[in-house]
């Protein structure tokens, strides 16, 4: 009997006969795992909810099964909430297609538990930024990362502006000036991203283009190293970024306007 217990966040539900559910659930220690889940009008275990679970199989050949033992259902913060239910349907799609089973990705986990306290906010741009970090921590993590040390070029770490669709080397701006129509601008945030962790980043410093930017950047080498990445909500994301940005703004000026009143 292989059996243990963990947490995790629950990335995909499927019915599986009358009885049964197939839940994959992204875990603390055992990375990417999946396992039957008895169908209960008690217990739902439904996606995006953050569980302590026990997994157990008679045979590791075996499929095994969960039992659910607590359950912090991240998904009602995102009901009134188009913004974050494309958040919760793009980053349980990339944690399906992207990471392969049963490796532990403690880092990626602890970003993850971290942006789902984020969901019991009420700010949308955050979560975006968060989502925009998590796909730029994403790519790292699985060997895709970007060498911000120095220019691939003269070797100077000063002015690294550019990042080469080709190769994913970063240039600095006094060695590709000529062609760099040919290359991707590298967004400001990045530079932050690169040597801060995610607990210690002051979300909201980057501005809605820079956010832009590093959606598309990270789109192209998810697609181009990892998997098609061709989901609609994703592309939904983005066309509504302005929108998203605006309410924001909007934000802040009431809390703006709530502190100065006497
Ligand atoms: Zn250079």
Known sequence: MNAWSDSGIVISSAPHGEKYKLIKIFTK???????????????????FSYVDVDWSSRNL?????WRLKQERQIWIYAINS????IIIQLICC???EALPTSVCYRELF???HIICDKFTENT?????EYYAYFEFFLLKIVGFGFDFRSCCICGKRENLQYISPKTARIACKNCVSANSEKLFEIPKIWHLWSVVELENINCCTADINDIENSLKITL???RKNIFDFNSYYRFELVANLQNSFKKHSEHLGFLATQTYLP
């Open 29 to 47: 220690n055992h990375g990417k795992v999946s396992g039957l889940f008895s169908i209960s009008k008690k217990k739902s275990l439904s996606v």
């Open 61 to 65: 050949e075996l499929i095994g099964f």
């Open 82 to 85: 188009k913004t974050k239910m």
């Open 94 to 96: 990339l944690l399906n």
């Open 110 to 112: 602890d970003i993850l």
């Open 124 to 128: 949308e741009q955050i979560l975006i």
């Open 220 to 222: 192209y080498f998810i």
